[in-house]
């Protein structure tokens, strides 16, 4: 059974385009990411299950608005943008890449899905209930998660 993926856009489109508005700040790129996520959809819809979209919708929306931050700082778009991501780049560099470094073990430890409930809770700002709604597990299995994130945070600063 494939998904219906232009019921998916008239009911999920608002949120999955609030979600790319929150990462990517631009309401034009916001709008194409958005139409990514849902092209997304249609090129893997026939191997989709019609469960938990949401969930499903919100965690494609994270990858491809960050695939789009990623790839900004790679290409930027002109010489303005190039001055402005080496502007933002600037700074205290060594605690960055210390930073960028924890996290990258952070997360190679644990499952993907750990660090989407990670983002959806602390970054987001979402309740332990609408993260465990929104990644399809419990309230009690996204508390062991973060719980399992927090411990392993805390072995590799103690490293």
Do not use: W
């Given at each position: ?6 019921a ?18 631009d ?24 469960a ?11 990858r ?7 790839g ?20 205290d ?14 997360f190679?430890?644990?499952p ?7 983002v ?12 465990a ?13 973060l ?13």
């Amino acid at each position: 059974m494939s998904v219906d993926v232009e019921a998916y856009y008239r009911r999920y489109g608002p949120q999955v385009l609030r979600r790319c508005r929150f990462l990517l700040r631009d309401e034009e790129q916001a709008v194409d990411a958005m139409h990514d996520v849902f092209v997304q959809l249609l090129r893997y819809q026939a191997a989709l299950k019609d469960a938990g979209p949401s969930s499903l919708l919100h965690q494609i929306a994270t990858r491809v608005c960050l695939n789009r931050l990623r790839g900004a700082k790679r290409r930027p778009e002109d010489r303005d943008d190039e001055l402005v991501l080496k502007i933002a780049a600037s700074g205290d560099t060594e605690a960055r890449t210390a930073a960028r470094g924890l996290l990258d073990r952070l997360f190679g430890r644990v499952p993907a899905s750990s660090r989407d409930i990670a983002v959806l809770h602390l970054v987001d700002g979402m309740t332990l209930e609408e993260t465990a709604r929104e990644v399809g597990l419990s309230v009690s299995g996204v508390r062991k998660r973060l719980r399992a994130l927090s411990a392993v945070l805390q072995e590799l600063e103690a490293a």
